[in-house]
């Protein structure tokens, strides 16, 4: 079936899709051998599709998996500056696996990872609204920083949705929160919580749409998703 070139290449498995357009663009991709543009389409059943030279095949069967990420690690496959990645906490996986949105080096949690570029795409896609719900131990007023953390507001000159939050116990000073949000801007919880007012200690994710972090699943460990799961997964890509 005919498919646009970015869709194609991410549907294979090699790349998410904004990758996929990003080497269309520098032109590593040709199609017959005639250099690709954004907007083309194809077809594997009739036509050769290259990267860099070598032939796009159709992808095999998609690798899922829950990790669940200590702090420390940044949430990337190779860092410049030598840190950490997540990439080294799932090593013995058979696949190439990229991560599914990010978590900064300081928080925790659940954190998808897949070769499947298309569920990628959707998943990180605005238009899904994808619900991220996170476990946050804070210090401030949170009577006052509640209504604030409930209510759109600016970060960076950009309006974000307010959150959903939930008030959990509070014991010596520190109060637990539950924060749902639907957006995925860098650092966003802390970055909310700096404007409401709130000092954030720690910041675990647990829920990303359906799914919840596995309780069993000690930080650093992963897991492959159940049949369930990835279903789940994919009803979310399909709401778009």
Request: charged share 30%; hydrophobic share 35%; proline share 3%.
């Amino acid at each position: 079936m005919e498919e646009r070139l970015q869709k194609l290449i991410s549907s294979c498995g090699v790349a998410a899709r904004r990758t996929a357009e990003e080497w269309i663009a520098a032109g590593r991709v040709t199609v017959n051998g005639e250099k690709a543009h954004l907007g083309d389409r194809a077809d594997l059943d009739r036509d050769e599709v290259r990267i860099d030279g070598v032939p796009l095949r159709p992808g095999g069967e998609r690798t899922y998996l829950m990790l669940n990420k200590p702090r420390g690690y940044v949430t990337t496959l190779s860092d410049e500056k030598g840190r950490r990645t997540v990439a080294d906490l799932v090593s013995e996986c058979q696949a190439r696996v990229w991560p599914v949105g990010r978590l900064d080096l300081d928080s925790e949690g659940l954190l998808l990872m897949t070769d499947d570029g298309e569920l990628t795409h959707r998943l990180l896609h605005p238009s899904c609204q994808v619900e991220k719900e996170y476990l946050v131990w804070v210090t401030g007023d949170v009577k006052r920083a509640i209504p604030i953390l409930s209510a759109p507001m600016t970060l960076d000159r950009e309006r974000v949705e307010g959150a959903k939050v939930r008030r959990g116990k509070t014991s010596g000073g520190i109060s637990q929160l539950s924060v749902t949000i639907c957006q995925g801007k860098n650092r966003q919880v802390r970055r909310m919580c700096a404007q409401a007012g709130l000092e954030v200690l720690r910041l675990k994710r647990i829920r990303e749409g359906e799914l919840w972090l596995d309780r069993t699943l000690k930080p650093g460990n992963w897991r492959l998703l159940r049949e369930q799961e990835i279903l789940l997964l994919l009803r979310v890509g399909e709401r778009q």
